[in-house]
C-alpha cells in the first residue's frame, strides 16, 4: 500500500501533466490525502476488532453491532472518488511518466 506522501506526490504529478497545478487543485489534494490517512486508520480498526464489535445495551445486556469504522471508511472513500473526479483524475486519465516498450 502506497503511503500518503507518495499518493500526494503522485497527485501533484498528475495535476502538473494535466496543467492543472493551481492553488485550488492543491487543496483538493490535502483533503484527498486527509480522507486517504482517515480511511487506512479504519481499515486498520476493522482488521484489528473486526466487522462486528461487542456492545452492551442500555438495559445492560451484550450485544453485537457493525463496527463504525466500516460505515466510515466507505464514507472517507466515497469522498476520495468524489475528489478525483472533481480533479478530472481517472485510471484513463494517468499519464505514465515511464516509456512503455513491448
Known sequence: MP???AVKKSLIEQLTEHGAD???NRG???DYIFYFVQE???QTD???NGIM???ISAQG???KRENPSVKLAMLYNKQKLAILKQLEIAPS???DGEDDEL
Open 93 to 95: 486519465t494517468v499519464i
Open 22 to 24: 493551481i492553488e485550488l
Open 28 to 30: 483538493l489534494i490535502d
Open 53 to 55: 464489535i461487542d456492545a
Open 46 to 48: 476493522i482488521k484489528k
Open 3 to 5: 503511503s500518503a506522501s
Open 61 to 63: 445486556k451484550a450485544y
Open 40 to 42: 487506512k486508520k479504519m
